[in-house]
């Protein structure tokens, strides 16, 4: 056994486990402060220099809440729901690379817990597993508006994920490898998100529905189901399920950030500058950080701008329009490798993507009209 | 002992544990749950065996999609709590019959055909290299290409099916 190695595994994952903790009580902070701006309010600014220790406040007031349990729930599963939910979260980092390479008395040491060759599916089947720490929460609370929380969650993660999968596969297709360190290191020339825009969008919608973030908070829906699957919990275990939802934020943001914006690659026409990860490799993280940060930012922004979908319509855009238009978008990518032309992919790509438009624009017009 | 067989025996202890606690529950949304951990367990044997790609179909497929659904429709049909009604009559002597058969049939192999040279024997490290998923995808798509397919129209057929039958139910409600 290469003690010196397992050492260095364990140091990785405590980076990364209180990292992704950190970034949780940060991201509630960022989301108040931003969703305040876009209001026109000031947001939590009382505890500490700009209301900065407002998280360290709230985690202290978490832990000292009273925790109830419904006498009538499954307690078994209603205690392990909140875990199911909180470990995948945390987990599916494990094959996110951080950076580049780095040597440290004399081992070359990797800016990532694991490179396997299957990472991509690694990701797929993490998320597919985070599903059921909703679902089973909804129903081990033994309360209706929870069950339907946890049924709608169902229905929509199931929908959702195809999409989600199918961007996958754009990526992986456009990088030749299922490893997530070959599919960054392959748009060292161009960002997939360049190449295939439409690719990166669908990704992102999917993404949103998948970590139930608004407009697809249907799960939660606070006006509807109270608070959706986690109406009967409290204390700790209500944490769990708010910290879990904040960590798959910025994980999913870390996925699309790897998949199509160039993980902690530098901007493309950078490459040869002293920007460049290949020359300083302590750049690396701040720039998946950077993007991290801006894809949460749109995410928080897309909450303060846009109602929630209704349910049926949510269930018409995911099969209707997103699963047919990834489908369009792998065949063209497909293709546009096969003549090695990325901008046959871009241009094709983007007509698909004006026709599921014009689909929906038509859709909703008639609509329209049967209603007036 | 090394540490593959052991690792082999207290997973197939799992394995076995997880089978008898889906089929003993009362509760069916304890049997998905405990059959969603059985699978965990098999995709940990194909891990074991050196093939992480048929280890993450199998939890993304049977674990992520296909146990899901079972799920939704036990709960959406309120169907978690069985009643402790008759069994079929001639049910319970052929499942012994046909549970007899397969261990008589099960034994005859592993003593007959003799045990491979290990319980675990992982294949070359090739399997594990970015190479396997090439071969096993150049295999799929050229050697058994028409068996495939043919599995990909016999789901598309059960699709259609199923969205066929949904439709008739609903009868004149569109």
Redesign the interface.
């Known amino acids: 056994m290469d003690w010196a190695l397992l050492l260095e595994w364990f140091l990785k994952s405590l980076v990364l486990i209180f990292g992704l903790l950190g970034g949780f009580a940060y991201t509630t902070y960022y989301e108040r402060r931003w969703i305040a701006r876009l209001q026109v309010r000031v947001g939590p600014n009382r505890v500490g220099p700009l209301g900065l220790l407002q998280p360290i406040a709230d985690a202290a007031k978490l832990i000292f809440k009273e925790e109830l349990t419904p006498a009538k729930v499954y307690k078994t599963v209603f205690f392990l729901s909140p875990l199911l939910t909180m470990v995948p979260s945390l987990v599916i980092a494990a094959v996110i690379p951080l950076g580049t390479s780095f040597t440290l008395g004399g081992r070359t040491i990797h800016m990532y817990l694991a490179n396997i060759n299957v990472g991509a599916l690694y990701l797929m089947s993490v998320a597919s597993i985070a599903v059921y720490g909703i679902v089973l929460a909804g129903w081990s609370s033994n309360n209706k508006y929870a069950m339907l929380g946890g049924l709608r969650s169902t229905a929509q993660m199931i929908s959702y994920e195809l999409t989600l999968g199918l961007m996958f596969v754009a990526a992986i297709l456009l990088g030749n490898s299922m490893s997530m360190v070959d599919i960054v290191e392959g748009q060292r020339d161009m960002w997939f998100g360049a190449i295939q825009p439409v690719g990166f969008v669908l990704f992102f919608i999917a993404t949103l529905a998948e970590v139930n973030r608004s407009p697809f908070d249907m799960p939660e829906a606070e006006q509807e189901l109270t608070a959706g699957y986690h109406t009967e919990y409290s204390g700790m275990k209500f944490a769990l399920f708010f910290m879990a939802e904040y960590q798959k934020m910025i994980v999913v943001s870390m996925i699309g950030a790897t998949l199509f914006l160039g993980g902690y690659r530098e901007l493309w026409f950078l490459k040869d500058t002293f920007l460049s990860v290949d020359r300083a490799w302590f750049l690396g993280p701040f720039y998946l950080v950077a993007k991290v940060f801006l894809l949460l930012g749109l995410m928080i922004w897309i909450r303060a701008a846009w109602p929630r979908i209704r349910y049926d319509r949510l269930m018409s855009l995911g099969w209707k329009v997103l699963v047919p238009l990834s489908l369009a978008v792998i065949f063209l990518t497909a293709a546009g490798i096969l003549i090695e032309s990325s901008w046959f992919i871009l241009i094709s790509s983007l007509l698909a993507a004006a026709v599921a438009v014009a689909f929906i624009q038509r859709a909703l017009r008639r609509k329209a009209y049967e209603f007036a | 002992m090394n540490i593959d067989f052991i690792l082999f025996l207290v997973l197939a202890l799992a394995a076995i544990a997880t089978a008898l606690g889906m089929l003993l529950s009362r509760n069916a949304?304890y049997s998905a749950?405990f059959l969603?951990l059985n699978f965990a367990v098999v995709a940990v044997f194909y891990l074991l065996l050196g093939a992480?790609?048929i280890a993450?179909?199998q939890?993304?497929v049977y674990?992520?999609?296909i146990m899901?659904?079972f799920?939704?429709v036990i709960?959406?049909l309120g169907a978690?709590e069985l009643a402790p009604g008759k069994a079929l009559p001639w049910q319970r002597p052929l499942a012994a019959t046909l549970a007899v058969v397969l261990v008589i049939e099960a034994a005859y192999l592993l003593l007959a055909r003799g045990a491979p040279s290990g319980l675990v024997t992982p294949p070359t490290e090739y399997t594990?290299?970015?190479e396997?998923?090439r071969e096993m995808a150049l295999a799929l798509f050229g050697q058994y290409l028409l068996p495939f397919e043919i599995t990909s129209i016999l789901l598309l057929v059960a699709m259609v099916g199923a969205i066929v039958l949904a439709k008739q139910e609903k009868g004149g409600r569109r």
């Open positions: 949304v749950l969603v992480p790609f993450m179909a939890v993304t674990a992520g999609a899901v659904l799920l939704f709960m959406l978690d594990n290299s970015t396997s998923l």
